[in-house]
């Protein structure tokens, strides 16, 4: 599977997702997420 974006390898990995609300910061710690390894790899991140 790769990147839609850059077409580069995408690697299962475990990451921080934090959700900016109003008032509040969430964080969900470990989520499983493709993450791409280019070096776009914030920009590319699903
Ligand atoms: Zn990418």
Do not use: Q
Request: glycine share 4%.
């Amino acid at each position: 599977m790769n990147c839609f974006m850059c077409k580069g390898n995408l690697e299962e990995k475990k990451v921080n997702y934090i959700v900016d609300l109003e008032n509040t910061i969430i964080i969900i710690k470990g989520v499983p997420a493709k993450v791409c390894t280019c070096v776009r790899r914030k920009l590319c991140f699903r």
